[in-house]
Nanobody, 117 residues
């Protein structure tokens, strides 16, 4: 069973930066995909970024050029470097991981990111 724990959230001024981490523990595999999602109060959870086992990445248009997703496969850790933060980035950020095709996606508990105007 895989457990994911996010960290690195907090309060930051607009234009600032944060680096989120997501550490996997338990029985782990080299995940085929890992990703970041976010949800603001009253909004739907939205996809932010995804990274494949081989390092290929994709981003939501809203964060392209500002956010960078990366992973350390040896440590089973996912990162999200967030630069040029905007108030609209305020949300709870969740990490996800999928071990293989046919396995359910595992979700973390989330970490709050608040960007002040």
């Amino acid at each position: 069973q895989v457990q994911l724990v996010e960290s690195g959230g907090g309060l930051v001024q607009a234009g600032g930066s944060l680096r989120l981490s997501c550490a996997a523990s338990g029985t782990t595999f080299n995940f085929i995909t890992m990703g970041w999602y976010r949800q603001a109060p009253g909004n739907q959870r939205e996809w932010v970024a995804i990274i494949s086992r081989g390092g290929g990445t994709n981003y939501a248009d809203s964060v392209k050029g500002r956010f960078t997703i990366s992973r350390d496969n040896a440590k089973n850790t996912l990162y999200l470097q967030m630069n040029g933060l905007k108030p609209e980035d305020t949300a709870v950020y969740y990490c996800s991981a999928k071990q293989s095709i046919g396995q359910p996606t595992t979700w973390g508990q989330g970490t709050q990111v608040t960007v002040s105007s």
